[in-house]
C-alpha cells in the first residue's frame, strides 16, 4: 500500500506497518549500526532515558518498554510485547507478539504503528553482534547456539556480520527443532553447522555462546566454558527467567545492556539475589564499550558475558529505521488516527 509522508498536512497520519512490511524494511546490518548508535547516543545523553514494566498472566506475561533518542529528530517508542512460550506447540502462534507505537518526541504526534515481532527479533540478535565485537575474541571460529527458535536463527545471521564464524553446534530442548536450524542455517549462511543432542559438549569446544532459551533454571556453568569464552545470554528478560549459573557469572567479566534492568530481571538479577555478585562487580554497560569510557576484552583468556535483557533503546533505534524507510520508500497504510 503507498503512504503519504505523515508529517505533511493537517491530517499528519499514522503509518500502519506489519511483520511483512518490517521484515523488508530492516537489513541485519542497517540495524546494528542503527543499535551501535543508539547506546552511543544513550552514553552521549541524547536519550530519554529507557523504562519497563512487566505483568505476568497465566501461561505466559507482558512487558512494556518505552525509550527515546535524538536522531536527527527526537523519537519515542512505546513497545508492548506478550511472550507466551507455549504458544507455537498448544496454539501455532508465535512465542512473541505486539505492536511498536513510534511517537515524534517533541509534540508526542504518533509516526507509526508497527508489528514488534521482528523488530524485537533483529535488534535482539544486533545487540549480541555490538557486544561481540568488544567481547569475543577476534579469532572466534566456533559457536554453540542453545535456543534454535526464530531468535537463535537472527543471533548467528547477526553474529557472521562480526566475526569470522566457521562452524555452529545448534542445541534445542526439541531436537527436531535443533535439526530443522542446522538444516536451513546450514543452507542460508554456507556454514558447517551441526544439531548437538548435548549442549555441554559443544560448549566447551566452543568460542561463543548464546542462550536464547525460556528456561526457568540455569543450564549454563563454569565447569562447561573454556578461558576466553564470550557468552551472550539472551534469554532472561523477565525476574523467573535463568540461564547462567551464578558462580559463572560471578567467575566472568559481565557487561549489561541496562545496569538497571539486568539487576532487576536478567541473569544478573539471580547472581546478586545468590549473593554471587555485587553491582560493583558488573565491568560495564554496553554503552561503555560502545563510546570506548571502559575496555572490553582485555585478555585472550577470560571469560565475557552480555547479559542482555532487552533494552527500549534497541526498540526506538530499529523501529524509527524502519518508519524512516518506510516514508522514503512509500510503504505502509497511512491512517489518521486522531480523525
Known sequence: MTAADPRRGPGRETLILTRHDVQALLGFDECIAAVETAFRLHAEGR??????????????????KAAGLERGRLY??????????????????????????????????????MDSIEVTIRRTAAATAVAAKSLAR?????????????????????LTRVLPLERVYAFDADAATARAYSRDLSAELGLAVKAVADHVEAVRSSDVCVTCTPSRQPFLFREHVKAGTFIAAVGADSADKHEIDAGLMAASVVVTDVLEQCAAIGDLHHALDAGAMARESVHADLADLVTRRKPGRRTAEEITIFDSTGTALEDVAAAAVVYENAVAAGVGLSVALGE
Open 47 to 64: 536519550s530519554l532515558a529507557p523504562g519497563v514494566l512487566g505483568v505476568r498472566s497465566r501461561e505466559g506475561g507482558f512487558h512494556i
Open 76 to 113: 519515542f517508542a512505546a513497545k508492548t510485547n506478550a511472550n507466551f512460550s507455549g504458544n507455537p506447540r498448544r496454539h501455532g502462534l508465535p512465542a512473541i507478539q505486539g505492536v511498536i507505537v513510534l511517537c515524534d518526541g517533541d509534540d508526542g504526534r504518533p509516526l507509526a504503528v
Open 138 to 158: 577476534p579469532d572466534a571460529r566456533v559457536v554453540t547456539i542453545c535456543g534454535c527458535g526464530n531468535q537463535g536463527r537472527a543471533q548467528l545471521r547477526a
